[in-house]
């Protein structure tokens, strides 16, 4: 497998994705950066907050719509690896079947839609939940688990399950938890409570 040079994000907007998102920017391994969501992040906040303007040349946006997304779409663009960090939380969805249709139907179908036609190599790595079983007596934490079975099926030559606790993000004021990937995969400024990677042999 030769090093992979492309690297998707889906829902960089979010908490966590904002800071994969700048991780990525700041760093070198990728030579293409995808950003793919409902809304986008501006590039004028991203070069203020100094990432430099060769790192925004890397940057490939593309505002979607989940609702109608199909197997395959994104093929063409060959992103050898996908940030899965799409989701939000009961409260801000507003009820129990739009947080499903979020972190669990929306998620499957962007993975879907990232996977490569031409048998190309592929890693997938989803920010999942501290606790998520398909079996749980939660159902946010049910749906979170049944979301991991999903994607253990769609093929992907690798897979990584991130499962955080809770954190606090120091741009929200209402104190309302969020989960962010831990400190080896992105740096966070924030205290983090003990984070548990599972690896998905596919």
Known sequence: MAHPRSALVVGATGSTGRRVLRYLLRGSGFERIGEYGRHL??????ALEGISR??????????????????????????????M????????AGS???FDKINRRFVLKAARAARRSDGGWQRLVYLSAAGASSHSLT??????????????TLGF??????????????AVRNGTPRHVVDGSIVYVEDDYTATTTLMLPI
Not at 41 to 46: H, I, M, Q
Not at 60 to 83: G, H, K, M, N, P
């Open 41 to 46: 992040t501006d590039t004028k906040e991203l």
């Open 54 to 83: 060769t790192s925004l040349c890397r940057l490939e946006q593309r505002i979607i719509s989940f609702e109608t997304l199909q197997d395959e779409e994104w093929a063409a663009e060959e992103w050898d690896v996908i940030y």
């Open 157 to 170: 030559d690798e897979m990584i399950v991130m499962r955080p606790g809770p954190l606090k993000d120091p």
């Open 96 to 98: 129990r079947e739009t």
């Open 139 to 152: 159902p946010c934490l049910q749906s979170r688990g049944l979301t991991e079975a999903g994607l253990a």
């Open 85 to 92: 960090v799409l989701g939000t939380s009961v409260v801000v």
